[in-house]
């Protein structure tokens, strides 16, 4: 199968165009659209989000993965090999964690050109394809070169920062469960946030974190949205206070 995580929203034109390169170039290949809206243009607060939901797939899928603010300038494009997963995507940090967390990846730097590479749709033209391709069981040595992507190492193995807002106001974190315990209390939007195990357990109103079925803490409000009654958005930070 082949997984969807951008940053190009369903509204408009760009998600629909990149389906259609996908169909053109593997028919038949489920597409699973997994985000349209990770963080506009944000390589890092996507780059943890990535790593926890793309763990959720079997070996062999092949993930299409684009935040790219840097889409036309002399950043590389890559395919990296991970944990049996293929991702294909701009070299901007948006695999970090994805690199970091495996054993013994591999990366190589896109070298195939299609007839036609506009400068701002890198998506559609390149990384699509490529992907596709890769579904269908070309090999990389006809896409690719070896190549060491470029590195984030002042980036946090857990970032404590808001790193995406769902469709219900939850506020998700790139912090791991693990590297909480559920004694700690956490400082986001001039608020104290104690820990819960489910949203059944703290009155209606009340704000909460706890870890999520992809293992990330989320900040959380029972019957209600964190980011407006905490004042959160992609960004914020957060303070564990122990």
């Not at 590389?76 to 495996?102: C, M, Q, S, T």
Request: a neutral charge; aromatic letters at 10%.
């Amino acid at each position: 199968m082949i997984v969807l995580f951008t940053d190009f929203g369903l509204a408009g034109p760009y998600t629909g165009q990149v389906n259609a390169v996908l169909q053109q170039t593997a028919p038949g290949v489920p597409v699973i659209p997994l985000f349209a809206d990770a963080p506009a243009g944000q390589p890092k607060p996507a780059a943890y989000l990535l790593a926890a939901y793309a763990a959720w797939f079997p070996a062999g899928t092949v993930l299409l993965c684009v935040v790219d603010p840097g889409v036309g300038s002399a950043r590389r494009g890559l395919i990296v090999e991970a944990a049996g997963r293929v991702y294909v995507g701009p070299d901007n940090g948006l695999f970090e964690l994805v690199l970091r967390r495996a054993a013994g990846p591999r990366c190589w730097k896109i070298s195939w050109r299609p007839p036609e590479l506009s400068a701002s749709f890198h998506g559609r033209d390149l990384f699509a394809p490529v992907a596709g391709r890769l579904a269908q069981g070309d090999k990389l040595a006809a896409l690719a070169s070896r190549g060491a992507p470029r590195g984030y190492a002042d980036w946090p193995d857990d970032l404590a920062e808001i790193v995406y807002i769902d469709h219900y106001g939850n506020a998700l974190t790139g912090l791991r469960g693990g590297s909480l315990p559920p004694s700690a209390t956490l400082a986001a939007g001039g608020h104290s946030i104690a820990h819960a195990k489910t949203f059944s357990s703290v009155p209606r109103g009340g704000p909460f974190w706890y870890v999520n079925s992809n293992g990330l803490v989320e900040i959380a409000v029972n019957a209600g949205r964190a980011n407006d009654a905490l004042g959160l958005a992609v960004g914020s930070e957060i303070t564990i206070l122990g």
